[in-house]
């Protein structure tokens, strides 16, 4: 076949469609006792995300192949197929394919065309997997290897303008699950991938395979001794494009906005007239943030603001016409028609109403939200209605490991050693005594205060 991994046969048994966050007989919390302390080591290790950061998400179908196709084949494929994520290999010395078409303007075009892109790292693999891959690792070396390889997908993500809070995967193959050993070296290769990462601001997935990666990564997901990845990507083919009801891996572990199958092996489909061989997936997760190209609309200098807000301390202005690097949108002060604001490669931030986006009242649908995601680190993490714990809860519990998609944070009642809460990307309240952000006593920049 031509994509990256020939992989062995599925299993073909069902798979119940179980509610999300079913059987969890856990107490929610936004307090504690007197002798309650948060986890913020392993296996929620915290994410340091730089200025002029984002976390990017996508709920669609989506495809991989082996090469990046040309961008003629991917606008072809945007106007008339049902898929709006595509996969890069973008590294790795087990990489197996040329990629003559995967460069900085390919994935600005593409990103432009409205995809988004799906970042996979074909590092060492496991030393018992089942492949003929040359470059493994054993327990001996995984850590050493898995800091390597995502020292090396840092460098290789930025050279193509994957800004910090994406989502990077490295692709772990199937392998031979009966060596005990190997089974530690995976854990140990996926735990120092998911720190190195994370040091850096981004988000660390993993590509698995039902039977083997994703068996042993969900047996040891409250492990403190492993860091736990931020989502998962399993290849099962049994053509069920289900986000759920996965036989080796609870509904309730990597269970908001975490997830993507591979639910149907290497075939041909053609869309606007061009025939490509892909591997079918469902994605609901974090994917690559790229910043989107815009200019400067008002009359006279544009001012770029430390938050979004004309209260903010101005950092620089531009001039009519200028070229913006816009990574996300935000709500802040109003100004004009519009209480959106834009955040700049830069960290700045600049009002909406004088940037050339779709829209001068509201949210552009081409821009994600700033978002800054850290993993839950209690058991269940009650949501509530504002930020405190007289307000309401409303809505499921988050349950631990979970992503807090956190846009924006302000002052309520104290949790802990905190009285800072997190404002979610569906309008919720959680405490950030349990998210694992930069700071669980203050603020954690940069994250913007909330309007």
């Known amino acids: 076949m031509s994509q990256e ?50 976390a990017t998400r996508a709920d669609a179908s989506g495809f991989d192949t082996c090469a990046a196709p040309p961008l003629s084949t991917l606008r072809a494929w945007r106007q008339s197929s049902p898929y709006r994520v595509v996969n890069i290999y973008f590294g790795g010395r087990n990489r197996g394919c040329d990629q003559p078409n995967l460069t900085k303007a390919w994935v600005r075009d593409a990103h432009a065309m409205g995809w988004r892109l799906l970042p996979t790292y074909m590092g060492d693999q496991p030393s018992c997997m089942h492949g003929d891959k040359p470059y493994r690792y054993t327990a001996s070396n995984a850590t050493s290897r898995g800091n390597a390889d995502a020292k090396d997908a840092l460098a290789r993500a930025r050279s193509l303008g994957l800004l910090p809070g994406s989502a990077l995967y490295a692709d772990v193959e199937h392998y031979n699950r009966a060596d005990a050993s190997c089974r530690t070296a995976v854990r140990r290769y996926v735990s120092a991938w998911t720190k190195t990462l994370h040091a850096s601001g981004y988000l660390a ?17 409250t492990s403190s001794t492993y860091a736990r990845p931020d989502a998962v990507w399993m290849a099962r083919w049994d053509g069920n494009s289900s986000l759920i009801g996965w036989p080796t891996a609870s509904n309730s572990q990597w269970a908001v906005w975490q997830r993507a199958k591979q639910y149907r092996g290497g075939h041909n489909e053609t869309w606007g007239g061009v025939r490509l061989n892909i591997d079918s997936d469902r994605v609901r997760g974090p994917v690559a943030t790229v910043a989107r190209t815009y200019r400067v609309t008002s009359t006279t200098p544009l001012n770029a603001r430390t938050g979004p807000s004309t209260s903010s301390s101005v950092v620089r202005t531009y001039n009519p016409g200028a070229t913006l690097s816009v990574v996300c949108q935000g709500s802040g002060s109003r100004v004009g028609t519009t209480s959106v604001w834009n955040r700049l490669t830069s960290g700045a931030w600049v009002s909406d109403r004088w940037v ?47 992503l807090a998609y956190v846009t924006c944070q302000r002052a309520g009642s104290r949790v802990g050693t905190t009285t800072v809460w997190n404002r979610l990307r569906d309008g919720r309240w959680v405490s950030d005594y349990y998210v694992s952000n930069r700071s669980n006593t203050g603020y954690s920049a940069p994250i913007p205060r909330c309007p």
């Open 205 to 221: 997935g993993v590509y698995v395979h039902q039977d083997s990666g994703l068996r042993d990564l969900a047996a040891s997901y």
């Open 356 to 402: 050339s986006t779709a829209s001068n009242t509201g949210f552009t649908s081409a821009l994600p939200r700033c978002m800054y995601p850290g993993q839950v680190t209690t058991a269940s993490l009650n949501a509530r209605t504002g930020p405190g714990v007289t307000y309401r809860t409303t809505g499921s519990p988050l349950p631990r490991g979970a």
């Open 5 to 54: 991994r020939k992989r062995s046969h599925f299993g073909a048994g069902p798979i119940g469609a179980l509610a999300l966050f079913v059987g969890l007989a856990v107490l929610s919390v936004d307090f504690l006792g007197p002798s309650a302390q948060p986890v913020m080591a392993e296996p929620e290790t915290k994410i340091t995300y730089p200025d002029g950061s984002s």
